[in-house]
């Protein structure tokens, strides 16, 4: 069956140090993989996202992310953390089914920032 | 503003008691789907629609239901609650043949008492 694992529950990093959170999937096809952030009482915002090509892509307010289909990851990077990156951040894969579409979530990690 | 609309944003409710939910999608969007997120679960697929028909479901328990009008806004009807289904629903949209272009919502927050 489809997964997302999320290893990290809780994340605590220092303004300006340097952030990876880890994800590994587990999908029988080609994965279509994402990254969302969600601050609180909000939504989700899509970071960053693969379909195929380069392993490494870029998104938003710095991020990036990097397939690596040999170890079933998609880790999101950033090298600089900011006070407002404090968030709660999930992986998810696409799975396309015979008529539909659904993202699967990792359970999340939440980002802390210390000054 | 994501230019998905959810209401109520706030619900409070007693078990046993219904609830719809409803879910304005961006203007444009012929999706909609559904999650619920828990402390315990976290964010569950439960189902989605595609111009007015369901196409794809996920762990969407049998008291619930939904449905995708005609303007293509959506509702998502919870009945015989319980204390479990105390959670945020989101609902996302997204654009013919970007089937994973998701815009959510800001949710709806239901408490069951």
């Known amino acids: ?115 | 503003d994501s230019g998905v609309t959810q209401t109520p944003k706030h619900l409070i409710t007693a078990t046993g008691q219904r609830v719809t939910l409803r879910c304005s999608p961006r203007s444009g969007d012929l999706s909609v789907y559904w999650y619920q997120q828990s402390l315990d679960q976290g964010l569950q697929f439960l189902i989605q629609y595609y111009n007015g028909e369901e196409r794809a479901k996920g762990n969407i328990l049998e008291r619930f239901s939904a449905q995708q009008f005609p303007d293509l806004h959506s509702e998502l009807n919870l009945s015989s609650l319980e204390l479990g289904d105390s959670a945020l629903y989101f609902c996302a949209s997204s654009a013919p043949r970007d089937h994973y272009g998701y815009t959510f919502g800001s949710g709806t927050r239901l408490t069951v008492v």
Not at chain 1, 39 to 47: A, C, D, F, H, T
Not at chain 1, 77 to 98: M, N, T
Request: a neutral charge; one cysteine or more; proline letters at 3%.
């Open chain 1, 1 to 115: 069956a489809q997964s997302v694992t999320q290893p990290d529950i809780h994340i605590t990093v220092s303004e300006g140090a340097s952030l990876e959170l880890r994800c590994n999937y587990s999908y029988g096809a080609t994965p279509y993989l994402f990254w969302y952030v969600q601050s609180p009482g909000q939504g989700l915002q899509l970071l960053l996202k693969y379909f195929s090509g380069d392993t490494l892509v870029q998104g938003i307010k710095g991020f990036e992310a990097e397939f690596k289909r040999s170890q079933s990851s998609f880790n999101l990077r950033k090298p600089s953390v900011h006070w407002s990156d404090a968030a709660e951040y999930f992986c998810a894969v696409g799975i396309l089914g015979q008529a539909g579409t659904a993202l699967i979530f990792g359970k999340g990690t939440t980002l802390s920032v210390s000054s």
